[in-house]
């Protein structure tokens, strides 16, 4: 059963491709801001060298051409395509009509005013520009003009968006080949999961084949080794009950025999005889039908009770063996939409029921009622109710266990192995054996019989 208080974590291979994709997401992303930075250096210090060479050059036509003619036309200056100029002579601004004065940077105008050559980034209408200014002290001029950094911005943010979906393909690739290393690498375990399954379910000789990795290999034959130990250990207890009890049923076989003839002479005994006499009988039967049942299990611990399924009809199995244990005047409910024949293993389906039917008399005042209903669409639930005190919540799973006892029964007689009996009969049917409380009161044991019409 698991803990409910545990806190659930995600599963190994989820997390193992987490991992992969989260460190290639980070590693991608760091090296595509780089790799961003460098470029956008790159390109715009190659942007403003442009300009500043085309300026200076232009600035050069402008200075050589006031010094050969008296006037100079600013429309007539040749441009880059989108970009703009002012020119200042004799602190007379020229500028053309759509791109005024205001709309270079004042900064850049006061500094080269001041006799300097400089150059700025600024916005114009939204638009990115960048300027630049140069000094013409020999015809006492200033020449300014502006670039446009459009073109650059926009491959700018092509390099972002190609390296954004380089970082989503590259944790896509990563997530694929986390998720991709985490099943080759966890194939061994699940193999591990499935042999441990197998032995928990009985397969005692499940084993992992050998490895080529010689990590896995050793993992492998350690399982191997443990199972191995476990498999002779569990079966050495198996034989050492099986053992005990055929030893036993010899020697209680001739006691009971002598007790029943002592029995059958009890009113040749003294009154004190008799009562010690009673003691004998009921604790030599008791120990008689203990060893029988540990016999029985220990068939079925061998793995030597196959089922044998045949056709039965409840409606005259379930009141024929109510009436063979001493139950006849128990009601017997058979539900209306129960087909005519089941396909159950006749001798267990006796077994389960008699066990419940001794273990309500036993230890919960008596059966009052046996019903079988479907469930599903090919199985079947028998229920069996009785007038006890019911079984408390903290036991209703354990004394389904080998000589387990409720807390209403230790007092009382019994070998504690019924119930594990009746368990492991439903098992063999692919069903399950539970108990829950009767409404009025008292306890209701069901077993769920699967695929039997």
Do not use: C
């Not at 050969?68 to 053309?96: C, H, Q, Y």
């Not at 003839?261 to 003691?279: E, F, K, M, S």
């Not at 389906?349 to 019903?371: C, K, M, Q, S, W």
């Amino acid at each position: 059963m698991s803990d409910p208080h545990r806190r659930r974590t995600l599963r190994l291979r989820t997390r193992v491709t987490l991992f992969f994709s989260l460190t290639a997401l980070v590693a991608s992303l760091g090296l595509a801001v780089v790799t961003y930075a460098v470029s956008r250096s790159f390109l715009i210090d190659q942007r403003q060298q442009t300009a500043r060479t085309q300026a200076f050059a232009n600035a050069k036509n402008v200075r050589d051409q006031l010094l050969l003619e008296e006037r100079f036309e600013i429309l007539d200056l040749r441009t880059e395509s989108g970009g703009f100029p002012l020119l200042v002579l004799d602190g007379v601004p020229f500028a053309l009509p759509q791109y005024p004065v205001e709309a270079f940077p004042v900064e850049l105008l006061l500094v080269v005013g001041q006799g300097d050559s400089a150059q700025q980034r600024f916005e114009y209408e939204g638009k990115p520009y960048v300027a630049v200014g140069v000094n013409m002290p020999a015809v006492d001029a200033q020449y300014v003009e502006a670039f446009p950094m459009e073109s650059t911005e926009r491959n700018l943010r092509l390099i972002a968006i190609a390296l954004l979906v380089g970082s989503g393909v590259t944790m896509i690739i990563a997530g694929f080949l986390g998720w991709w290393a985490s099943r080759r690498l966890l194939r061994p375990l699940s193999r591990v999961s499935e042999a441990a399954g197998e032995i928990a379910t009985g397969g005692l000789d499940a084993r992992m084949q050998p490895e080529n990795d010689p990590d896995l290999d050793r993992l492998a034959r350690s399982f191997n080794d443990m199972a191995d130990a476990v498999q002779t250990r569990i079966e050495r207890e198996a034989r050492f009950a099986s053992d005990v009890s055929h030893e036993l049923r010899s020697p209680i076989t001739a006691l009971t025999a002598a007790v029943e003839v002592l029995d059958g002479r009890r009113d040749d005994l003294p009154d004190r005889t008799q009562q010690a006499l009673d003691v004998v009988v009921s604790q030599v039967r008791r120990f008689d039908h203990m060893v029988m049942d540990l016999l029985e299990l220990s068939r079925i611990d061998a793995g030597s009770t196959e089922l044998h399924r045949e056709e039965v009809d409840l409606r005259e199995l379930l009141p024929r063996i109510a009436q063979r244990y001493g139950f006849g005047d128990v009601p017997v409910e058979i539900d209306a939409r129960m087909p005519a024949l089941a396909r159950i293993d006749k001798l267990r389906f006796e077994r389960i029921v008699a066990n419940l039917l001794e273990n309500a008399r036993e230890h919960g005042g008596g059966p009052i009622r046996v019903a079988v209903e479907p469930q599903g669409r090919s199985g079947v639930v028998l229920s069996v109710d009785d007038a006890g005190p019911g079984v408390a919540r903290g036991e209703r799973s354990r004394i389904f266990e080998r000589f387990a006892r409720g807390s209403a029964a230790r007092h009382r007689v019994g070998t504690g192995l019924g119930l594990s009996l009746v368990a492991e009969h439903a098992h063999a049917h692919n069903g399950e054996a539970w108990v829950e409380d009767r409404p009025g009161g008292g306890a209701r044991f069901r077993v769920s019989f699967a695929e039997v019409y």
